[in-house]
């Protein structure tokens, strides 16, 4: 029995109730933490992802709790943290809002870094500090608030970084248990990109073997959040066109081969995944991956488009619009930029802009795809054998 005055037990692990904002990099690695929490004995379906942000959902639960001004997919998150702390049916026992440093990028490896930004990276401690300027309430809400500080591009430090940010969540936590959860979360996180890259190639081989046009979204990964992003992709896909996201580019050492081999062969780059040509202080993971994937969508034939999102006052972006729009026309790809996305979707601008990209796509792609076609190595993977 317990004895009056003195803490409750702590739930036991399968009864813990965990709230995770999903925000910034989450978009990338959810799969790493559903499989790193559910390997530890947390029941998948009581981790709480917060919604798809919305302006509704900063007014009602992150309203007076902004800390710094900031580009807006880290000043929404105050509305995240808000719904998870106020706005949940059954109470949570665990905000878990990791600080993460690194990145487990496909392009690991062949760049310099993976880093996220700095701004990604502060994000807790800076909307932390909104709710808990006047009283804490995290504590009010009996909800303990973690954040561990994890390097998801270096695997052999994560179990001591989690075992180290995680204990006092996770009941008996033991350092042996957290190295097999992190196994099991990368090994979730390998097997859900292998997945939707086997989809992007099947979707490029339906072009390929129709010469049909398709396009692809050049952006950070929580620009699929429709309240970042503004769902500018499922507007233009209502047209017909199927849609790729660079972050999930089917990278088979086939299509690599015939897209990057005559640059690697001619000593321009070392590997596929090479950006040095382009972009050589490679420290940002995702901005790496924009860039690759400028490089990517200017040998694909069939990418006809490319769509690139950017929020406001994102400074990482900042240098990187001229170099990724170079990359992309000099190949004769269209190029249609969004920059300076906000909270409030510009739907009057959005809907004229989708209007006169579907009209440019109608009358140039086929000419656009025979072009690249022309200039394209031969033996296309995506082409059935002749
Ligand atoms: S990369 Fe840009 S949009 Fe993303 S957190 Fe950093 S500054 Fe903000």
Request: net charge neutral; hydrophobic share 40%; proline share 8%.
């Amino acid at each position: 029995m317990r004895s009056a005055g003195s803490p409750p037990p702590p739930s036991p692990r399968n009864k813990l109730r965990i709230g995770i904002p999903r925000v910034l990099n989450l978009w990338n690695t959810h799969q790493f933490w559903m499989g790193f929490l559910t390997s530890l004995g947390v029941d998948p379906r009581n981790v709480v992802f917060s919604s798809d942000t919305s302006e509704e959902q900063g007014r009602q639960f992150g309203k007076g709790r902004g800390t710094v001004d900031c580009c807006y997919p880290v000043k929404c998150i105050s509305g995240h943290y808000g719904e998870l702390v106020f706005g949940q049916k059954q109470k949570l026992d665990v905000l878990l809002s990791p600080m993460i440093y690194n990145l487990p990028s496909f392009l690991s490896g062949h760049v310099a870094k993976t880093l996220t930004c700095p701004r990604v990276m502060a994000a807790p401690e800076n909307i932390k500090a909104g709710f808990i300027k006047e009283q804490d309430a995290f504590a009010e809400a009996g909800i303990k608030y973690v954040s561990p500080f994890v390097s998801l591009d270096e695997p052999r430090l994560v179990p001591k970084q989690l075992f180290a940010g995680m204990r006092e969540a996770i009941p008996g936590l033991t350092y042996e248990e957290t190295a097999t959860a992190a196994d099991a979360g990368f090994r979730a996180l390998r097997e859900f990109s292998d997945r939707l890259r086997k989809k992007s190639r099947e979707v490029l081989e339906w072009c390929a073997r129709e010469d049909r046009a398709c396009l692809m979204v050049i952006a950070r990964p929580y620009h699929m959040d429709p309240g970042i992003g503004h769902e500018i992709e499922v507007d233009l896909q209502a047209y017909g066109y199927p849609i790729l996201w660079m972050q999930y580019f089917p990278i088979d050492a086939d299509l690599m081969d015939w897209a990057f081999g005559e640059d690697i062969r001619a000593g321009h780059i070392k590997s596929a995944f090479d950006i040095r040509d382009v972009w050589p202080s490679s420290y940002s993971s995702n901005t790496n991956e924009i860039l690759w994937g400028a490089k990517v969508a200017a040998r694909i034939p069939w990418i006809a488009c490319v769509i690139r999102m950017s929020s406001y006052e994102c400074g990482m972006d900042q240098p990187t619009y001229t170099p990724v729009q170079q990359i992309v026309e000099r190949s004769g790809t269209l190029f249609f930029s969004f920059q300076d996305l906000d909270s409030t979707k510009p739907s009057g601008s959005v809907k004229i802009r989708v209007e006169t990209i579907t009209h440019y796509l109608e009358k140039y792609a086929a000419a656009i795809i025979s072009r690249k076609k022309a200039a394209a190595p031969p033996g296309c993977p995506l082409r059935p054998a002749a």
